[in-house]
């Protein structure tokens, strides 16, 4: 029987700082794009409606939006037309005041989840507050979707957990300032996402965003993984789609050959040090 395969496309967006009304709309125009090309499940980069480079925790609160706000209805009504699901960064504003980095799922009966991102890069620690809730795992109608938001996924723990609570795919929502590497190598980014693609046979979809910040250049480095670690699709065009037909039951099966399964086969007795809080930090013990 021929596998059963769903679209999924990565948009990688050019958001402007401190224009949510702009990026909003800007990303109704991209799902609406990429559902009417037949994606079902559409990725949008991290921060997409606030953009990254903010200079004060007073900026950033000036372009939040909190999770229920009803511009973002439009978007899922884009989404409605095709039966998809959209994963997206937002700068959002808690009912408590406080800043998170976060990532929404919707379709289209509105927003499903809300994942704070809890592993904050350099000084996002000075404008968000961490999210202290795992990231969610959900049922759609493709398969079961995952959520994390760039730095979260150089922790080889949280891909992985995903992968051990049923996600066939992680979305990715990024913003990747370049870093140097040696010519014709993949960005960083993307070798740690093919390396916790291929350990845990799950799927990985970076959305990356391009454009220039205040200076920053950004990696361009969205790219569509399969659970072989091999990258389906990639761009690195400024706003540019990648696009890969994929499926997602496939990474429901664990085993690399008829004696060797990545997840049957761990050791999880001898892995304590991973999760002693006190590691690391340059305590002795």
């Known amino acids: 029987m021929a596998p059963m395969t769903t679209r999924v496309t990565c948009?990688?967006?050019?958001?402007?700082?401190?224009?949510?009304?702009?990026?909003?709309?800007?990303?109704?125009?991209?799902?609406?794009?990429?559902?009417?090309?037949?994606?079902?499940?559409?990725?949008?980069?991290?921060?997409?409606?606030?953009?990254?480079?903010?200079?004060?925790?007073g900026e950033a609160r000036d372009a939040s939006i909190t999770a229920d706000d009803?511009?973002?209805?439009?978007?899922?009504?884009?989404?409605?037309?095709?039966?998809?699901?959209?994963?997206?960064?937002?700068?959002?504003?808690?009912?408590?005041?406080?800043?998170?980095?976060?990532?929404?799922?919707?379709?289209?009966?509105?927003?499903?989840?809300?994942?704070?991102?809890?592993?904050?890069?350099?000084?996002?620690?000075?404008?968000?507050?961490?999210?202290?809730?795992?990231?969610?795992?959900?049922?759609?109608?493709?398969?079961?979707?995952g959520v994390l938001i760039c730095y979260d996924l150089e922790f080889p723990e949280m891909p992985r957990a995903l992968a051990l609570r049923?996600?066939?795919?992680?979305?990715?929502?990024?913003?990747?300032?370049?870093?140097?590497?040696?010519?014709?190598?993949?960005?960083?980014?993307?070798?740690?996402?093919?390396?916790?693609?291929?350990?845990?046979?799950?799927?990985?979809?970076?959305?990356?965003r391009s454009g220039a910040e205040r200076g920053e250049r950004w990696t361009r480095g969205t790219a569509l993984i399969d659970q072989d670690g091999w990258i389906r699709a990639s761009t690195a065009s400024e706003g540019g789609r990648a696009t890969a037909d994929l499926d997602l039951a496939a990474a429901r099966g664990k085993r690399l050959t008829d004696l060797a399964d990545v997840i049957a086969d761990r050791r999880p007795e001898l892995y304590g040090e991973l999760v002693r809080p006190d590691r690391g930090t340059g305590r002795a013990g």
């Open 70 to 145: 009803p511009r973002l209805a439009a978007w899922s009504a884009e989404a409605a037309r095709g039966g998809a699901v959209v994963v997206a960064g937002f700068c959002e504003r808690g009912a408590d005041g406080l800043l998170h980095n976060s990532a929404l799922v919707l379709d289209g009966a509105g927003v499903r989840a809300v994942y704070r991102k809890v592993h904050l890069w350099d000084r996002e620690k000075t404008l968000f507050a961490p999210g202290r809730a795992e990231p969610p795992v959900l049922d759609t109608p493709y398969g079961r979707i």
């Open 11 to 57: 948009v990688q967006l050019a958001p402007v700082l401190s224009d949510p009304d702009g990026n909003i709309e800007r990303a109704r125009s991209a799902i609406r794009a990429a559902v009417g090309d037949g994606a079902r499940i559409v990725v949008l980069p991290e921060l997409a409606t606030s953009g990254y480079l903010f200079e004060s925790a």
């Open 166 to 208: 049923g996600a066939d795919l992680i979305a990715v929502p990024t913003n990747w300032p370049v870093v140097p590497r040696p010519d014709g190598e993949h960005p960083p980014e993307v070798v740690a996402a093919m390396a916790a693609a291929r350990a845990s046979r799950v799927l990985i979809a970076c959305c990356d």
